[in-house]
């Protein structure tokens, strides 16, 4: 299965089970200490006896001064159960597990991996909690919104299929949060508007290739030596999977951070758009520091915007709005662009940004961004 297969099957909903390593998940969180002080963590699509963000947040329970944490998982996710360490005689639904305290119970030294084990199977012996759920663990059922009321932030890798409509109970609760998604989602019509109104926000881990455990083997041989490189056996179903950006609402000093611009803008390196009155800039490094007036620029610029140095104005392609601005293709142009690149699927009543390089050749960018400085 080819990783566009793996994204693909995640969307359409007929695989959501990617399961995020610690080392990734501790690599992001390092970030965010301060956030978490006397806080209630919620993780609400994850089976602690499979989630590393349940582990993680065990683990750091003391370190990062939680108030509690509160876990949920989904009764029909099919990785579930697998590991059980024969805490349920018949296969459960879905449970809750609540955690108000932990301690090196061992007494070796630290909080780990073996200290969270003992406390999932000495549950009800202390103040922690397993508690069934009347429903199926569905992060919109009753029971899963009314657990959200209480927490202060939601962290986790919420289903690839679900995702507009995981924010969307996020953003309803008005809760923070901190979690994962792909890189594609910046220009979903539900996401870009809250990116543009400063209620999301793609923080450090931005477009990164990741390797996630999943319920299939990749036998491809990229696949294979991606995740092998990466220090995982593809054997145990480990899978490359692209473009993956932390989505979040918690505020951190890289956001608002100048992005450094070294070009000046000249007519010939700009070129302003055939469809369009605004200049094309190809790669984010390039936005020229002398511009004022609006650019397109590629989406990767997400990761670089500062709210008080850039105003985020349109998507180009799924945004009805924008394309009412955007012209139609010229004949002229058409002709141009297949003469130079091939036969194309372009056709004149296609409201597309188009333009000519310096040295005339006719282009068709790739999803961009509309912006301009502010100061
Ligand atoms: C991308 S996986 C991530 C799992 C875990 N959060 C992690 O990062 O390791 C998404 C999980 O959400 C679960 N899920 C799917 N639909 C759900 C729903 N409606 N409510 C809650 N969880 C759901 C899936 O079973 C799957 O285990």
Same mark, same amino acid.
Request: charged share 25%; proline share 4%.
């Given at each position: ?6 994204? !693909? ?21 390092? !970030? ?7 806080? &209630? ?12 963000? /349940? ?15 509160? +876990? &949920? ?47 999932? #199977? ?30 202060? %932030? ?12 995981? +924010?969307?109970?996020? *953003? ?33 881990? /931005? ?7 999943? &319920? ?24 490359? +999977? ?5 989505? &979040? ?6 956001? !608002? ?60 392609? #799924? ?6 601005? %955007?012209?139609? *293709? ?14 194309? !699927?372009?056709?004149?009543? *296609? ?25």
């Amino acid at each position: 299965m080819s990783w566009n297969e793996n994204l !693909h099957n995640a969307k359409t909903g007929k695989n959501d089970e990617f399961y995020t390593q610690l080392i990734d998940i501790e690599k992001e969180l390092q !970030h965010y200490k301060e956030h978490f002080k006397g806080k &209630t963590v919620f993780c609400n699509c994850d089976d602690p006896y499979e989630s590393n963000f /349940f582990k993680y947040f065990a683990m750091n329970f003391n370190h990062l001064w939680l108030k509690k944490l509160i +876990v &949920t998982w989904y009764s029909t996710s099919s990785i579930a159960y697998t590991q059980l360490w024969g805490l349920f005689d018949v296969r459960p639904q879905a449970y809750k597990i609540e955690i108000n305290e932990m301690f090196d119970v061992n007494q070796d030294g630290c909080e780990d991996l073996l200290d969270v084990r003992y406390f999932l #199977e000495h549950l009800n012996s202390s103040k922690n909690k397993l508690v069934a759920l009347k429903g199926d663990g569905d992060f919109r059922s009753t029971e899963s919104l009314e657990l959200l009321q209480e927490a202060d %932030i939601v962290v986790t890798n919420p289903p690839f299929s679900l995702f507009r409509e995981y +924010v969307n109970v996020l *953003m309803r609760y008005q809760k923070k949060f901190l979690i994962l998604g792909n890189m594609n989602a910046i220009t979903y019509k539900e996401i870009f508007p809250l990116i543009k109104e400063n209620k999301l926000w793609t923080w450090y881990g /931005f477009n990164m290739s990741m390797v996630y455990k999943t &319920t299939y083997p990749n036998l491809l041989e990229a696949n294979r030596k991606y995740v092998i490189w990466k220090g995982y056996n593809p054997d145990d179903w480990y899978v490359k +999977v692209p473009a993956i950006c932390w989505y &979040t609402n918690l505020d951190i000093n890289k956001r !608002h951070e100048d992005l450094i611009m070294y070009k000046k803008y000249t007519k010939d390196e700009y070129p302003k758009y055939e469809t369009f009155d605004a200049i094309d800039v190809n790669t984010v490094s390039e936005i020229p520091f002398d511009y004022y007036w609006i650019m397109w620029v590629p989406k990767t610029f997400i990761d670089k915007y500062n709210p008080n140095q850039f105003e985020l104005l349109w998507y180009e392609r #799924e945004d009805e709005n924008i394309q009412v601005w %955007i012209k139609n *293709m010229s004949k002229s142009f058409l002709d141009d662009y297949r003469k130079y690149w091939g036969k194309w !699927h372009y056709t004149s009543w *296609m409201k597309m940004l188009c333009y000519y390089d310096n040295n005339r050749i006719p282009r068709i960018p790739f999803s961009r961004i509309l912006i301009r400085r502010k100061k």
